[in-house]
T-cell receptor, first 112, second 112 residues
Framework: GAGVSQSPRYKVAKRGQDVALRCDPISGHVSLFWYQQALGQGPEFLTYFQNEAQLDKSGLPSDRFFAERPEGSVSTLKIQRTQQEDSAVYLC??????????FGPGTRLTVL | GQNIDQPTEMTATEGAIVQINCTYQTSGFNGLFWYQQHAGEAPTFLSYNVLDGLEEKGRFSSFLSRSKGYSYLLLKELQMKDSASYLCAVRDSGAGSYQLTFGKGTKLSVIP
């Protein structure tokens, strides 16, 4: 079956612009996670959804970061007023509750 | 909090065996995962350990000792395509979100 998909795969933004990153999880997966991966580092947790409920947003680095999953399927991560330090790969993962997380290919964001 | 350590880089010869170690310190433990990540691609699930001992899956095996906070990933009969980054990740039992905390990854280079 289809895996986790993300779009766009690459995004270049000028500093100060807003961006929106989309994640389509594996069909039927209740849990959805966003991670941020800097170059040469492991992924770092940003936020977690169970269905449409955002149960943990402790990893969001600032109030410029906002995520939603209004219908419990597709999720969007929005970054307002992007800064250069936001440049990273943003990974989405989905799972069935406590089962293995399966990752999408990520969106590589470059802020100029 | 969590602290996960793994070597930054390793080199091994095609056809050989390599062991990638991971040590962790965690306030709670609910499983250890190994992922493979080729450059520019999504992390791909390799193995999961929650109880002490060895889990074998084809050319890949993973070992866990909870008392020592230690795991290793064993790759046998190395192939050139095994050149990738290998990520060790721990799931915290206290985190209701089941988020994963990753190490920085071990970049494995397989040489002829």
């Amino acid at each position: 079956g289809a895996g986790v998909s993300q779009s766009p795969r690459y995004k270049v933004a000028k500093r100060g612009q807003d961006v929106a990153l989309r994640c389509d999880p594996i069909s039927g997966h209740v849990s959805l996670f966003w991670y941020q991966q800097a170059l040469g580092q492991g992924p770092e947790f940003l936020t977690y959804f169970q269905n449409e409920a955002q149960l943990d947003k402790s990893g969001l680095p600032s109030d410029r970061f906002f995520a939603e999953r209004p219908e419990g399927s597709v999720s969007t991560l929005k970054i307002q007023r992007t800064q250069q330090e936001d440049s990273a790969v943003y990974l989405c993962a989905s799972s069935n509750q406590r089962d293995t997380q399966y990752f999408g290919p990520g969106t590589r964001l470059t802020v100029l | 909090g969590q602290n996960i350590d793994q070597p930054t880089e390793m080199t091994a010869t095609e056809g050989a065996i390599v062991q990638i170690n991971c040590t962790y310190q965690t306030s709670g433990f609910n499983g250890l995962f190994w992922y493979q990540q080729h450059a520019g691609e999504a992390p791909t699930f390799l193995s999961y350990n929650v109880l002490d001992g060895l889990e074998e899956k084809g050319r890949f095996s993973s070992f866990l000792s909870r008392s020592k906070g230690y795991s290793y990933l064993l790759l046998k009969e190395l192939q050139m395509k095994d050149s990738a980054s290998y990520l060790c990740a721990v799931r915290d039992s206290g985190a209701g979100s089941y988020q994963l905390t990753f190490g920085k990854g071990t970049k494995l280079s397989v040489i002829p």
